[in-house]
Nanobody
Framework: QVQLVESGGGLVQPGGSLRLSCAAS????????RDWYRQAPGKQRDLVAS???????NYADSVKGRFTISRDNAKNTVYLQMNSLKPENTDVYFC?????????WGKGTQVTVSS
């Protein structure tokens, strides 16, 4: 059974930093692209960042220069380092990967940026 488990969310002041982690089990996650998405209540889920098995990265324009995605294949884990956080970054962040026709999602972790 494939599981993606996020951690690292929380409450942070504007300008602060958080590091999200997503541990995968039941899948050789090192073979696949890993992504982070965000979703606000009642809105669609949007891509924040992705990293391929070859370590190519892609970011949403709104987070370029502030967020960094990385992966540790030995730990089957992907990370999202979020710096210079803004109130508009407040959302639930989801980990995602895809294997063939199958997509897998974590349950999400809440990030709240507020003073």
């Amino acid at each position: 059974q494939v599981q993606l488990v996020e951690s690292g969310g929380g409450l942070v002041q504007p300008g602060g930093s958080l590091r999200l982690s997503c541990a995968a089990s039941g899948i050789a996650a090192s073979l696949y692209t890993r992504d982070w998405y965000r979703q606000a209540p009642g809105k669609q889920r949007d891509l924040v960042a992705s990293i391929t098995s070859g370590l190519s990265t892609n970011y949403a324009d709104s987070v370029k220069g502030r967020f960094t995605i990385s992966r540790d294949n030995a730990k089957n884990t992907v990370y999202l380092q979020m710096n210079s956080l803004k109130p508009e970054n407040t959302d639930v962040y989801f980990c995602h990967t895809k294997r063939g026709q199958y997509e897998y999602w974590g349950k999400g972790t809440q990030v709240t940026v507020s003073s």
